[in-house]
């Protein structure tokens, strides 16, 4: 069973930066593609990024990009989601999520929430203007 623990959000000014963990558990990371996404009150959660398992393929959602970059530390079995130059609209409910990777698809990334199996608990960023 794989779990996931997220931590990292807060509140920041627009213009700062966070990063937010998401360490795993029950699998390595070359064995899971991750995604963060995020909700906002009163919206649908939305695609901001994923990692393939493989770590080699990243994708961006694109208001996102070139501002936000996921990273991994194999030895904490933990990937990261680095922001910066948040934007009062960044302000949401962040969730990493992950899936088994299966033997041909380590460099695959997925986009929609129900391509993955597990979630983690959430954690809040606010960005203040």
């Known amino acids: 069973q794989v779990q996931l623990v997220e931590s990292g959000g807060g509140l920041v000014q627009a213009g700062g930066s966070l990063r937010l963990s998401c360490a795993a558990s029950?699998?390595?990371?070359?064995?899971?593609?991750m995604g963060w996404f995020r909700q906002a009150p009163g919206k649908e959660r939305e695609f901001v990024a994923a990692?393939?398992?493989?770590?080699?393929?990243?994708y961006y959602e694109p208001s996102v990009k070139g501002r936000f970059t996921v990273s991994e530390d194999n030895a904490k079995n933990t990937r990261y989601l680095q922001m910066n130059s948040l934007k009062p609209e960044d302000t949401a409910v962040y969730y990493c999520?992950?899936?088994?990777?299966?033997?041909?698809?380590?460099?695959?990334?997925?986009?929609?929430?129900?391509?993955?199996?597990?979630w983690g608990q959430g954690t809040q960023v606010t960005v203040s203007s």
């Open positions: 029950g699998r390595t990371l070359s064995s899971l593609a």
């Open positions: 999520a992950a899936r088994l990777r299966t033997y041909l698809s380590g460099t695959m990334y997925y986009t929609l929430p129900s391509d993955y199996n597990y």
């Open positions: 990692i393939s398992a493989s770590g080699g393929r990243t």
